[in-house]
């Protein structure tokens, strides 16, 4: 049948789906999370039982289903990620510098310059900063 609708999970479904932490983290590689708050369980009766948990992290929104068999084992059989916050390993939209991203910046402008093989830099203005999140 269709998974039910989703609702609170239960002390017990929470403590489920904690025993899965470090796996649901590997499959979306991240090192660990840093918060792991579970928002929400929905079930769908197959041969046992399957509980699909949503759970927000530092790092993303995700699904995480975890199948009850019948002989009372559980088996995490996937991780869909809904959306990816803190884009790990990925680069963010550029936005306006601060002013102290700005300054840093500055810092290393000789470095930049012989990076992209040019003597120096008549005038160095930063427009634009990107963030990268690894974990």
């Known amino acids: ?10 002390q ?48 993303h929104v995700l699904l995480a289903t975890i199948w009850g068999k019948l002989d009372k084992t559980h088996e995490l059989t996937n991780v869909e990620i809904l959306k990816n916050l803190g884009k ?16 840093l910046l500055e810092g290393y402008r000789r470095e930049i310059a012989q990076e992209i093989q040019a003597a120096e830099f008549k005038t160095f203005v930063v427009n634009e900063v990107s963030a990268q999140v690894v974990a």
């Open 12 to 59: 017990d479904e929470r403590e489920l789906v904690l025993k899965y932490k470090s796996d649901i983290a590997q499959k979306v590689g991240a090192a660990e999370f840093r918060t792991f708050k579970v928002d929400e369980v929905s079930t769908q009766v197959v041969a046992g039982t399957n509980y699909r948990f949503k759970v927000t992290t530092n790092s």
């Open 1 to 10: 049948g269709a998974y039910a609708a989703p609702r609170a999970p239960s």
């Open 88 to 103: 790990v390993g990925g680069f963010g939209g550029g936005r306006k510098p601060s002013k102290e991203e700005s300054i």
